[in-house]
């Protein structure tokens, strides 16, 4: 079944701890994309990538660090997680950018909260 | 820069009737519109899409069409189920700019069908 997986789906953590929320598809996309989704803002990028070793960053990269090593998979990685982190995160993938009109595979989603 | 502004909700209707979640965008160039629907504890998925003037885009009896003069997509059903329940975010991809189909979202509008 093609999908995009994520892991944890919940993870409560404190402040300062390090932590890392992985994505997987297993659709061969080349590009994938990280948001987070807050009440009355919608989704926001976070961080996007368009192939193996090309990451940059997106509206809201501030805290956060991904890396993509693999085609199928694009960690997210927050080194010293704040309160204001805690949010609803969601991994995206689509094939190559050009035709945008490819629609994006989301994942279920991660909902973190930093104390 | 580009952004999407959706309808308040909550959106709560009854059963069978008609539902119009409007949504309009600004954009510098020509984007590609879309409709994502979240169901309760999952990700997005794409309802419908439309890529330039005057498309309709169609899709288990939603439909949205790409109004260029009024730089709107109103999602519309003729008739509502149960099963429609759920957060609808509206979204463009501008071709564009330089972040490889990021996807811009509206802020999400909650639809609650009662029977």
């Known amino acids: 079944e093609a999908q995009v997986t994520q892991n944890p789906r919940y993870l409560i953590t404190v402040t300062g701890k390090k932590l890392t929320v992985t994505c997987s598809q297993n659709?061969?996309?080349?590009?994938m994309s990280w948001y987070r989704q807050d009440p009355g803002l919608g989704l926001r990028q976070i961080y996007y990538?368009?192939?193996?070793?090309?990451?940059d960053k997106g509206d809201v990269p501030e805290g956060y660090k991904v890396s993509r090593k693999e085609k199928r998979n694009f960690p997210l990685i927050l080194e010293s997680p704040s309160p204001n982190q805690t949010s609803l995160y969601f991994c995206?993938?689509?094939?190559?950018?050009?035709?945008?009109?490819?629609?994006?595979?989301f994942g279920p989603g991660t909902r973190l909260t930093v104390t | 820069g580009d952004s999407v502004t959706q309808m308040e909700g909550p959106v709560t209707l009854s059963e069978e009737a008609f539902l119009t979640i409007n949504c309009t965008y600004t954009?510098?160039?020509?984007?590609?519109l879309f409709w994502y629907v979240q169901y309760p504890g999952e990700g997005l998925q794409l309802l419908l899409k439309a890529t330039k003037a005057d498309d309709k885009g169609s899709n288990k009896g939603f439909e949205a069409t790409y109004r260029k003069e009024t730089t709107s997509f109103h999602l519309e059903k003729g008739s509502v189920q149960v099963s429609d329940s759920a957060v609808y975010f509206c979204?463009?991809?501008?071709?564009?700019?330089?972040?490889?189909?990021?996807?811009?979202f509206g802020q999400g509008t909650e639809l609650s069908v009662k029977p």
């Open positions: 954009a510098t160039g020509y984007p590609s």
């Open positions: 979204a463009l991809t501008d071709p564009w700019d330089n972040q490889g189909g990021k996807l811009i």
């Open positions: 995206a993938s689509s094939p190559v950018r050009g035709t945008l009109l490819n629609e994006q595979y």
């Open positions: 990538s368009m192939n193996v070793e090309v990451t």
């Open positions: 659709m061969n996309h080349e590009y």
